[in-house]
């Protein structure tokens, strides 16, 4: 089993910057692609990015694409999130995963385990 435990989510101003944290519990290393997911009321999840096992493999949501900013620290079983230039629609309640395998993958069917979520709210 692992454990996802995320910080860094607040309430920021239109503009304004966040630095999204999940570090994963529960096995020595994680060999495995990491990804953000979000998820607005009423919204389906959606992805937001992901990173393979190496870190050599980055992927984006279009909505973020040029914005956000991901990376993973392997030594301390962390992944990162840098968020900028942020906007009142990514307003949500974030989400940190762990696929299955070790590439950079969208499709959230793909990740075995989850976090419980830290929310991002950005004011117009």
């Known amino acids: 089993q692992v454990q996802l435990l995320e910080s860094g989510g607040g309430l920021v101003q239109a503009g304004g910057s966040l630095r999204l944290s999940c570090a994963a519990s529960?096995?020595?290393?994680?060999?495995?692609?990491m990804g953000w997911f979000r998820q607005a009321p009423g919204k389906e999840r959606e992805f937001v990015s992901s990173i393979s096992w190496s870190g050599g493999s980055t992927t984006y949501g279009d909505s973020v694409k040029g914005r956000f900013t991901i990376s993973r620290d392997n030594a301390k079983n962390t992944v990162y999130l840098q968020m900028n230039s942020l906007k009142p629609e990514d307003t949500a309640v974030y989400y940190c995963?762990?696929?299955?395998?070790?590439?950079?993958?969208?499709?959230?069917?793909?990740?075995?385990?989850w976090g419980q979520g830290t929310q991002v709210t950005v004011s117009s």
């Open positions: 529960g096995r020595t290393s994680i060999r495995n692609a």
């Open positions: 995963a762990v696929a299955w395998g070790s590439s950079s993958y969208q499709d959230p069917r793909l990740y075995e385990f």
